[in-house]
């Protein structure tokens, strides 16, 4: 097993100037096609394990990338360093106003790539079939729990109907499969996860649990009481047959199970993923780039250096600058985001900040 399938930083040492050209590839030879933008830090949620009550410092409106900005980092992206698929997070995306037209600039791109969200799931049900229209191809919605009880606990807002209704609202809609992508409660998760399951595969979801991830903005993730991938499928397999997904994983972040259940006669129900963020790291396959709502690139998740690229674009830098400095951010990419390592430092943005 290698460092870079442990997730474990890599040794410091001499490296040659990235590759002018070609795919966007960093020194282990891992090619990043695929681009997480962050359009905003801004959030009408309050989800305990992302912020306080009462918010945060957001960014002040000049600091972020104006929709031109935005639109000359994403051609150079497309054009210039290989980005086939491009997913819009924020904080939450929907809460941006032009978002259709950032969507529909995207799939104007030749060639196009293909163009994701992933969201909260408030405010959906008005917007899901424009931003269809816009050339949205799929999304993913944040949804934790379906107990009103426990939704209104974790997320500090009572708005799980208007989540619900987001998902009928995407499905139809046509952007499928509509994913339902969920971090559990240390306390009420796994009795959660079962129930998730439940409703996804009534309603033709696919389910997406994730292990929670030290990107919170108060810095209390606590590793004893994250539920792990091993807990959520010891649980779902007392309810359901699990059989690993026979089609290759590639690149994906999910571990894919079939779902089938001894009451239907083992016919497969659906499908789940789970993510080992932290306990079974897949650093190894990782072919990430993101690029933050201020215009700052970062190579991994848990990177404690940006490229800022925003200052580059003000400054009148031009595409070959822009395609350069990126080429040069991801060539620094580390073996692997050290969460299991004894010196790792928690980056000093929460997830809102970063996107997801």
């Known amino acids: 097993m290698t460092v870079v399938s442990l997730g474990v930083p890599s040794v410091h040492r001499p490296r040659p100037p990235a590759p002018p050209e070609g795919p966007l590839v960093d020194t282990f030879g891992r090619v ?10 801004l959030c009408n949620l309050r989800c305990t394990y992302c912020m306080p009550a009462e918010g945060l410092d957001w960014l002040p409106s000049d600091q972020k990338l104006s929709s031109a900005e935005l639109a000359r980092l994403l051609h150079v992206a497309v054009t210039r360093l290989g980005i086939t698929s491009v997913r819009f997070t924020g904080g939450e995306p929907l809460v941006v106003p032009h978002l259709e037209d950032v969507i529909a600039r995207t799939a ?6 293909e163009i994701t969200l992933t969201t909260n799931g408030v405010g959906l049900e008005r917007r899901a079939a424009g931003l269809k229209d816009a050339g949205l191809d799929r999304i993913n919605v944040s949804l934790d729990t379906v107990d009103a009880a426990h939704f209104a ?7 799980l109907g208007d989540v ?4 009928q609202a995407a499905k139809a809609a046509g952007l499928n499969p509509v994913k339902v992508n969920a971090v559990l409660d240390p306390v009420t998760g796994l009795d959660d996860a079962v129930a998730l399951l439940r409703f996804c595969l009534e309603h033709g979801y696919q389910l997406r649990i994730i292990e ?4 919170d903005a ?3 993730w606590q590793r004893g009481r994250t539920i792990t991938a091993e807990d959520v499928r010891r649980t779902l397999q007392r309810y359901f047959t699990l059989t690993p997904d026979p089609a290759p994983r590639g690149s994906a972040p999910a571990q894919l199970w079939q779902v089938s259940s001894a009451e239907t006669g083992d016919r497969v129900l659906g499908r789940v993923g789970i993510i080992a963020s932290v306990s079974q790291a897949f ?9 933050t709502a201020d215009g700052q690139v970062r190579n991994c998740l848990f990177s404690t250096e940006e490229t800022d690229l925003r200052a580059l674009l003000r400054s009148g830098a031009d595409d070959d600058a822009l395609e350069a400095a990126w080429r ?17 430092v928690q980056p000093d943005r929460p997830m809102s900040a970063i996107g997801g």
């Open 32 to 41: 990043a096609t695929d681009l997480r933008v962050s359009l905003t830090d």
């Open 108 to 113: 104007a791109l030749d060639p196009r790539p």
């Open 153 to 159: 606990a974790i997320t500090r807002r009572d708005r």
């Open 164 to 167: 619900l209704a987001g998902l």
């Open 212 to 215: 929670q991830m030290p990107l």
């Open 218 to 220: 108060g810095h209390t």
């Open 283 to 291: 650093c190894a396959a990782c072919d990430r780039t993101r690029l």
């Open 328 to 344: 040069a951010a991801m060539w620094a990419k580390a073996a692997g985001h050290g969460i299991n390592d004894p010196d790792f």
